[in-house]
């Protein structure tokens, strides 16, 4: 590929960028309004949409405290990964 294409690529890769973070803008705040019209409410109905905003608990592993009380333990179940970041400038 030239740097002529590698640059029209780059090009349109923002662009698209740009397009995506425009609409995912549009749907939050499509997705504040509807919260807000459900109040306090877990489920609302509207025609054939069911929409549901339910409380889910999960439980999370705090792995900064777990290294400052049981380091030795942390330390035995941690392991590393490596990947490759990619980014336009």
Same mark, same amino acid.
């Given at each position: 590929? %030239?740097?002529? /294409? =590698?640059? %029209? #690529?780059?090009?349109?890769? $923002?662009?698209?960028? %740009?397009?995506? +973070?425009? +609409? /995912?803008?549009?749907? /939050?705040? !499509?997705?504040?309004?509807?919260? $807000?019209?459900?109040?306090?409410?877990? /489920?609302? $109905?509207?025609? =054939?949409?069911?929409?549901?905003? #339910?409380? !889910?608990?999960?439980?999370?592993?705090?792995?900064?405290?777990? @290294?400052?009380?049981?380091?030795? !333990?942390?330390? $035995?179940? %941690?392991?590393?990964?490596?990947?490759? @970041?990619?980014? !336009?400038?």
């Amino acid at each position: 590929m %030239s740097t002529a /294409e =590698i640059e %029209s #690529k780059c090009r349109q890769l $923002r662009e698209l960028q %740009s397009l995506i +973070a425009e +609409a /995912e803008a549009e749907a /939050e705040a !499509v997705r504040d309004a509807l919260k $807000r019209a459900m109040g306090d409410e877990t /489920e609302l $109905r509207a025609g =054939i949409y069911r929409i549901t905003w #339910k409380p !889910v608990t999960s439980v999370k592993l705090d792995t900064k405290a777990l @290294r400052a009380a049981l380091p030795d !333990v942390a330390a $035995r179940f %941690s392991r590393e990964s490596v990947t490759r @970041r990619f980014c !336009v400038a």
